[in-house]
């Protein structure tokens, strides 16, 4: 009865499916790689190098002060004898900077170079993002579909256990038999337990990756293979070209070149164009107005600095060395990233063609053996062996079926082109509109 019961359970649980709209990868990438913390953290970074470009850029217009006073003095001189006054000051000034030795220019250009390094970095981590949560709903998805392969293998040994419990107790079969055949339905079991416990892991990931529950019901996800590289050598091109590691790294090269640039601006005399208007009264002890007005060109030349600046222009040499060594390790490891997933993805598509074939092979081994069995040319041993390899294949061809897709995503991440195919709206990443954290925080 406990037999029936179970058979008809598992039949029942594998048949019937609740109809619910299921969620597709492009969607479930869209919503972790926009809420992702990481992501959100680089983006702010991203905008504050924005604004610094808008402070670089205000050495380009005057600068336009005023300031006033009023309050008491006292003066006691030779020529005036303890006065005390109520002093009354005001002023307008306007600095405009002619000649700074390149160093408002090059201050906009290293600071454009980092905001392009940050805009790369930020692609970087949505990348990265869109990879981890595409291998954590494919996971979820295979454990998923490797619980549903356990619970067909119990099927299977629960309806040949109960064929040999009914055998066993109308005298044509053993007792050792039956025995055989319970030990096999409780490894079974065993099986569908660990195929549980694994699926609970798995959303469990994808839970802390994307920020959200796995959904119940889940597309799989069909890469077009016209946008796959059909050689090494083209996917290490397009990496090379589009790969947002190596782009972040060229960008911080040229940062490097710019800090420089604006080293070297100490070395050359500054001039400015400046305006001055006073409107006092009551100064330095003398009752009265006392006003003036001055507009100068006021050249400045720092003839020694104890050497500083010079070391600052070899610091940043230097520095553009590091950037250059940066960047040759950043190609290296992306092209070996590259070389890599190409040879997995290669190895994996040659796999699946012979792991179906396993899969076919093993099952009408499993079919042909159960009818043999119930005409007693196979022994119960061998059929339960054939069950098992069968649920061997399947799960072999299942894992690989997974890991192949996951290569074509790992090949498409080191190509930085995963987002794109993805087709991933990365458009609100972009903004740079201030938002006031008291808003944030509500």
Known sequence: MVVKRTLLALAVGMSFVLPVQAVELDQVVTQAVLSNPDVKSVMNARNAIYEEINQAKGGFY????????????????VSIDDVELKRREASFSIDQMLFDGFLTDSEVDRHSARLESSNHRLREVAEETALESSRAYLEVLKRKELLSQAKETLYNHVRVYDQIKRRTESGLGTLAS??????????AE??????????????????????????????????????????SD???????????????????????????????????PTLNFEVDRNWNNNIDGVRGDNEDLTAMFRLRYNLYNGGSDKARVRQTHHQINEAREIQASAKRQTLESIELSWGAYEILKRQLEYLEKHVVASTQTRDSYF????????????LLDTENEVFSS???YISAKYDFVIAQYRLLSGM??????????????????????????K
């Open 371 to 382: 009818k043999q069995f119930n005409i007693g040319q196979r022994s119960l041993l061998d």
């Open 416 to 441: 930085g082109e995963i987002l794109d195919m993805l087709q991933v709206d990365v458009a609100p990443l972009a903004s740079t509109e201030f938002s006031d954290y008291r808003t944030d925080l």
């Open 178 to 187: 039956n025995q055989q055949a319970e030990g096999r339905l409780a490894l």
């Open 190 to 231: 065993v099986n569908v337990l660990t195929a549980e416990n694994n699926l609970l892991d798995a959303e469990a990931t994808f839970q802390r990756v994307t920020g959200e529950v796995a959904p119940q019901v889940m597309d799989f996800p069909l890469v077009d293979q016209a946008i796959m590289p059909v050689t």
């Open 62 to 77: 005057p600068r336009i002060d005023i300031a006033a006073g009023i309050g008491y003095e006292w003066t006691d001189t």
């Open 394 to 396: 399947k799960n072999a």
């Open 234 to 268: 083209e996917a290490v091109k397009r990496a090379l070209e589009k790969h947002p590691t190596i782009l972040l790294a060229d960008s911080d090269v040229e940062a490097a070149r710019a800090q420089y640039e604006s080293a070297r601006s100490l070395l050359y």
